[in-house]
């Protein structure tokens, strides 16, 4: 295969991250694949981010910084970062969590290998200092849509899509909640499957003391999107849910 040396960029959306952001920038730094662009885009935060994030902008060209009048939430501020960028590929990562050093190498040459739109990866649960607990979630080698909505194992750090195959306006996150879900649904329907790339390359920090409470909520949202965006009937959506439930418990037991 020939040598890969495609733009990525990784969209970043940052609100009061000033706990976590150097360390995010740093795991973008620290890639082992080099041809990238860094776009932050600051959702109106009231800490001290913009401060950290200052500096970077004077050392790497590739880091750029882009900032919303008003806070538009996770959504917008997402589809603000996919309009501004120009990479062939577009990944995401989130301004508190992390990828191994060789997650863009690894990924680009899977996609060019499998010749796919949209690529995910498998990750590891951490504590809220980074320090992994254990537990790694595995992925399939593919998921289609009806397969992704009994199993919302992607997770949005993981995600790759090739800009050469599909549109910005097929990536852009509609503005409910758990948007990150409702994107990988829509864009199933366009691209027919998904494929996983099964090593463990990007860890996500988690709260353990609202864990019980947003296991409620994320259920919640699920059945709000089978619902509302997908139009599902109810005897449909409860079915979906089980799966669902039953799912995610188990990636996180």
């Known amino acids: 295969m020939k040598e890969v040396n495609d733009l990525v960029s990784v969209i970043v959306p940052v609100y009061n991250a000033e706990r976590f952001i150097k360390e995010t920038i740093q795991t973008v730094l620290d890639q082992t694949y080099t041809n990238w662009e860094l776009i932050l885009i600051d959702d109106k935060s009231t800490d001290d981010s913009i401060k950290l994030i200052t500096p970077y902008l004077k050392k790497d060209k590739r880091i750029k910084l882009l900032r919303n009048k ?5 959504a917008l501020t997402r589809n603000k970062g996919i309009k501004a960028a120009t990479g062939h590929f577009i ?6 969590d992390l990828w191994a050093p060789s997650k863009l190498m690894k990924q680009l040459a899977f996609m060019h290998k499998n010749n796919c739109a949209f690529s995910f990866t498998g ?11 254990g537990k790694k979630v595995h992925v399939p080698a593919t998921i289609s849509y009806k397969q992704a909505l009994k199993n919302t194992i992607i997770s949005t750090i993981t995600v790759m899509f090739n800009m050469t ?13 758990s948007e990150d879900t409702a994107t990988w649904w829509k864009l199933l329907k366009v691209v027919g499957i998904a494929y996983g790339l099964n090593e463990i390359l990007s860890t ?14 994320a259920a919640m ?3 709000a999107l089978y619902r509302q965006i997908e139009e599902l009937y109810i005897p449909s959506s409860t079915y979906y849910l089980c799966h669902y439930s039953y799912n995610a418990t188990m990636r996180r037991i």
Do not use: C
């Open 70 to 74: 008003t806070n538009l939430h996770a």
């Open 91 to 96: 990944a995401f990562l989130d301004a508190d």
């Open 123 to 133: 990750y590891e649960f951490a504590n809220a200092a980074g320090v992994p607990n």
């Open 165 to 177: 195959k599909l549109s910005k306006k097929d990536v852009y996150m509609p503005d409910v909640r």
């Open 204 to 217: 996500y920090r988690r709260n353990q003391l609202t864990l019980s409470s947003n296991k409620i909520k």
């Open 221 to 223: 949202r699920t059945w």
